[in-house]
């Protein structure tokens, strides 16, 4: 019998690789025998992120465009055609069922190649607002999986399906794990815990935040689990000497935090907000101005709109961070509003169902 063979591109971002490796683990329950290549930009987190999940890798010479004049944007010509050579000679070599890209510098040339072979591709669209990468890959794609609705806008809408994001699986049932959290990660369990999510390289802004607000928040009784990301942990790290202060570069049991976690302030990425969707903690979403689009305000603003989370524009927080925190935890109908709206928008069945987009191409 044939073994099944996939490709999966994605990274540059946290947001870009998890989506990925749970699309591989689920293809991997389907078809047990199958083959996974991942394919990255060679100087990138996910040369290190897919080994540890235990599947291979191979990297293009690959970047992005800067918005202002760069040596590296004189030489992405170069790097792309580099990228799109190579992608050629793995897809000549490996010979894939189907190609599937979750965004990141390297999907671009490689799902090209793929679509020039005639290999059936699939788009696997995180954001409320699209990148340019992926608008141009959506004309010869098959299948186009979307998080959120109305994004016919961009993309040819009979190949779209409204799937979701692939979130950890781990985080689906986080409500029986809050004594084990609590014991894991050794706070106090007569004190509301704050999490705070900069995402996987962390965010100078909040971070600033929380330095400037620590003392206010202690003083409001609540316990502060501040991930701070891990270019900036040691300039915050001494904060762990606070009482009820605990600054970490990056979290090892995500579903343990979020069980534990009583209030949420985190930013707005695609795969942030679709987990924090399944956990349904009381939310302020702190989008990043500083992305393409500013997608990160229109992902925040999709569960905003519905009376699901709060948000605070980063040019607002000096003003407004007091006010709107302190309504927040003092407030139980507002935070019982919140958990129960959020949760109305998560989509647990997610990685199955773009998986089965996938299976579609196949038989």
């Given at each position: ?236 790290k001494h904060f762990s000497e606070k009482e009820n202060v605990q600054v970490v570069s990056f979290i090892d049991r995500m579903d343990l935090i979020y069980a534990a976690a009583d209030f949420v302030i985190s930013r707005a990425g ?92 196949i038989q």
């Open positions: 019998m044939k073994k099944n063979k996939f490709i999966l591109s994605g990274g540059g971002t946290g947001g870009h690789i998890y989506p990925a490796i749970a699309i591989a683990n689920e293809l991997k329950l389907r078809f047990p025998n199958c083959e996974i290549l991942f394919v990255g930009a060679q100087d990138k987190m996910e040369m290190q992120k897919v080994p540890q999940a235990g599947y291979k890798i191979q990297g293009l010479w690959i970047s992005g465009l800067q918005r202002k004049f760069t040596f590296s944007n004189a030489m992405f010509p170069i790097k792309l055609m580099s990228s799109l050579w190579k992608s050629r000679k793995i897809i000549k070599n490996f010979k894939p069922d189907v190609v599937i890209g979750t965004g990141g510098f390297a999907s671009g040339p490689l799902l090209q190649v793929a679509n020039s072979f005639g290999i059936p591709t699939v788009i696997q669209e995180q954001n409320s607002y699209p990148g340019i990468t992926n608008k141009l890959l959506s004309k010869k794609a098959n299948a186009i999986c979307v998080a959120y609705e109305n994004l016919d806008r961009f993309f040819p809408k009979s190949k779209m399906t409204f799937t979701g994001n692939p979130v950890r699986q781990d985080v689906l049932d986080i409500h029986s794990k809050r004594s084990e959290a609590i014991s894991y990660f050794n706070l106090d369990d007569n004190k509301k815990t704050l999490l705070v999510l900069g995402g996987s390289l962390g965010s100078r802004r909040i971070n600033q935040l929380i330095e400037k607000e620590l003392d206010f928040l202690i003083a409001n009784d609540v316990q502060v689990f501040w991930q701070c990301g891990k270019f900036y942990y040691e300039e915050y695609a795969s942030s907000v679709s987990e924090l969707c399944l956990v349904g903690k009381p939310t302020i979403f702190i989008p990043s101005p500083n992305v393409a689009e500013d997608h990160q305000t229109k992902n925040a603003n999709a569960i905003v709109d519905k009376n699901g989370a709060l948000l605070i524009k980063e040019s607002e927080l000096d003003e407004k961070f007091e006010t709107i925190f302190n309504q927040l935890i003092h407030d139980d109908n507002l935070q019982n509003k919140l958990s129960e709206n959020i949760k109305k928008l998560a989509k647990p069945n997610a990685t199955k169902d773009i998986v089965e987009e996938i299976i579609k191409l």
